[in-house]
Each structure stands twice: as structure tokens, then as C-alpha cells.
């Protein structure tokens, strides 16, 4: 079975600093989709940035960009330049390719991020 | 272009009753999925509708169903309330099923079993 694993339950950032946000997955599969998406404190669940396994190439989104290495199973946040706004529970997720046709999502556990001003 | 909306936002309810929760999703999406988020399990895939049809379902007791009409809008069902089925339930659209296409979620309802 497919898991995602994110072993930093808090991480604590300064304003305009850089920090990484880990992610771990597990699965069988040589294509699928990778994903962060970001939860503010009572608020809706937005789509961060997104990663395809068949791409090379690094997804980047203005200040977020992601460290893929599919042979490691690993997917790493970067959010440059942090802003207060940043402040939010992040959670890394997957999507089985359950033959081509679904849209479900498996979550890792999440990281509540802090920006400190 | 409105944003997905669920209804009701908040729910209080006392064991054994069931509840009927509402989704919307954005305007020319036809697919909609369930997630069930708590502190402890954290966000737990439910179903997913695409053209009124299910097309995946996790692993949840019978007692959570769901329904999506003509126009996409979805409903979830549970029965038979257990407190342990207090939580926050999201729902997702997107234009359609697999593929890239973004998944956009809405604000939650908050189910509270007494």
C-alpha cells in the first residue's frame, strides 16, 4: 500500500529565511503525481505546488520549489523568502494512478509551520 | 467563478442520529471527493464521484455513503453517529477524474458527535 511519511510534526521558520519541509513516500508505481498543499489555520486547503514522477525537472512556484529524487522516494518543500503569511499546516500528498481515473489523495501526517516575524 | 461550498459548516449532533452533509463544487467540475480529517487519523480518503457515478471508496465502515446528482453536487451520509466520527469533512472538485487536473477543496464541515 501507498503511504506518505512527513517526520516534522512542527518546523519554526524567521521571516525572509529559508526552510524545507521533508516528505517521504512509499509506492510500487513509476508514474504518478506529487503534491504540497497548504492549510491555513481555518481556512481552505490550497494547492502549493505539484510534482509529475515522469518529470526531471524540479517543480517551482514563485518562492516554493520542491527537491524530487524518485529513486529516494523523497519530496522536499522550499519555501524561500518566508513571509508571515506562509504560516499554515503543510501536508504532502499522493495520487494513485488507480488505472488512469481517480483523483484520490493520500496525505502525510502534515507539518505546522511558524514564521517567526 | 464561486469556490467549492459545503454546507452546513458546523454540525452538532448526539450518537446514534445520522447527518447528511452538502458539496457543491465549483461550477463545470464533475467530480467531487470526500475526506474526513481528525487530529489523530489525520485526512482519510472517503469516496469520490465523478458524473454521478462512484468511481473509488476508502475504507470506511458502511455506515458512510454518499451521492452525487445531475448537476455534481455530492452529499455524504453517515448513520448511526459514533463519537468517533467527529471531524472536520472536506470535499474536493476538480474538472475531472485523473489525469493532472487540480484539485480544488472547500471550507469544511465540522461534525461534532456528542
Known amino acids: 500500500a501507498q503511504t506518505v511519511t512527513q517526520s516534522q510534526p512542527e518546523m519554526s521558520v524567521q521571516e525572509a529565511e529559508t526552510v524545507t519541509l521533508s516528505c517521504t513516500y512509499d509506492?510500487?508505481?513509476?508514474?504518478?503525481?506529487l503534491f504540497w498543499y497548504k492549510q491555513p489555520p481555518s481556512r481552505q486547503m490550497i494547492l502549493v505546488i505539484r510534482?509529475?514522477?515522469?518529470?526531471?525537472q524540479n517543480a517551482t512556484e514563485n518562492r516554493f520549489s520542491v527537491n524530487f529524487q524518485k529513486a529516494a522516494k523523497s519530496f522536499s518543500l522550499k519555501i524561500s523568502d518566508s513571509q508571515l503569511g506562509d504560516a499554515a499546516m503543510y501536508f504532502c500528498?499522493?495520487?494513485?494512478?488507480?488505472?488512469?481515473?481517480?483523483?484520490?489523495?493520500?496525505f502525510g501526517t502534515g507539518t505546522l509551520l511558524a514564521v517567526q516575524p | 467563478k464561486a469556490g467549492v461550498t459545503q454546507t452546513p459548516r458546523y454540525l452538532i449532533k448526539t450518537r446514534g442520529q445520522q447527518v447528511t452533509l452538502s458539496c457543491s463544487p465549483i461550477?463545470?467540475?464533475?467530480?467531487v471527493s470526500w475526506y474526513q480529517q481528525t487530529p489523530g487519523q489525520g485526512l482519510q480518503f472517503l469516496f469520490e464521484?465523478?458524473?454521478?457515478?462512484?468511481?473509488n471508496k476508502g475504507n470506511f465502515p458502511g455506515r458512510f455513503s454518499g451521492r452525487q446528482f445531475s448537476n455534481s453536487r455530492s452529499e455524504m451520509n453517515v448513520s448511526t453517529l459514533e463519537l468517533g466520527d467527529s471531524a472536520l469533512y472536506l470535499c474536493?472538485?476538480?474538472?475531472?477524474?485523473?489525469?493532472?487536473?487540480?484539485?480544488?477543496f472547500g471550507p469544511g464541515t465540522r461534525l461534532t458527535v456528542l
Open positions: 474536493a472538485s476538480s474538472t475531472t477524474s485523473g489525469s493532472h487536473n487540480e484539485q480544488f
Open positions: 509506492t510500487s508505481e513509476s508514474d504518478y503525481y
Open positions: 510534482q509529475e514522477a515522469y518529470k526531471q
Open positions: 500528498a499522493y495520487r494513485i494512478p488507480y488505472g488512469g481515473a481517480t483523483n484520490k489523495l493520500i
Open positions: 461550477s463545470g467540475h464533475r467530480s
Open positions: 464521484y465523478f458524473s454521478e457515478t462512484q468511481r
